[in-house]
């Protein structure tokens, strides 16, 4: 994992001379700088759980986590915040959809991004993620600052499409 031990040191490094400036601008172009080569991740070792996705924790301290999650094919996530936490999500497999939400739940936004690209979920941001693809499984790489703490689940009912 030498791309995400290059990623965490130099995130941590701006982190301590930019302090409270630290900001997902910086995050975006530490993470675009190097390429996360799926290989690097073993994830034919790591144990698959029900549910629709599988979400493993590779990094984790206040300032920063880093999971990578394997979504079965057509899997969603649930309508959800990341509560104080922004977080920039790549792509290493297969294609990933998001739809974005306002405080009244009305959807303001949705994309489709292929693999090895990025996308940022804003702090607070409401949001739902999903593979489209009912054949294959897609994996994402999710860079969270700092850890996500006190995060909201919504019910599926609040949503107005």
């Known amino acids: 994992m030498d791309s995400l031990n290059y990623i965490i040191e130099r995130v941590s490094l701006r982190q301590k001379e930019l302090g409270g400036k630290f ?6 172009s530490i993470i675009r700088e190097k390429a996360t080569p799926i290989d690097e991740f073993n994830i034919e070792n790591i144990e698959i759980e029900p549910g629709p996705y599988t979400k493993k924790i590779l990094f984790s301290k206040p300032k920063l986590e880093i999971a990578i ?4 094919p057509g899997a969603a996530s649930n309508v959800r915040d990341n509560g104080r936490s922004y977080s920039i999500v790549r792509v290493l497999k297969g294609e990933m959809n998001f739809e ?12 489709s991004v292929p693999a090895v690209d990025t996308f940022d979920i804003p702090k607070g941001m409401v949001h739902r ?3 489209s693809c009912l054949e294959e499984e897609a994996v994402t790489l ?4 700092p850890r996500v703490r006190k995060n909201t689940i919504y019910s599926q ?3 107005k499409l």
């Open 23 to 28: 900001n997902i601008n910086q995050m975006r």
């Open 69 to 72: 999650i394997i979504w079965k």
């Open 100 to 111: 974005l939400f306002d405080d009244d739940f009305k959807k303001t936004g949705e994309g």
């Open 129 to 131: 993620m999903f593979n």
């Open 142 to 145: 999710h860079f969270y600052c």
């Open 157 to 159: 009912d609040s949503i």
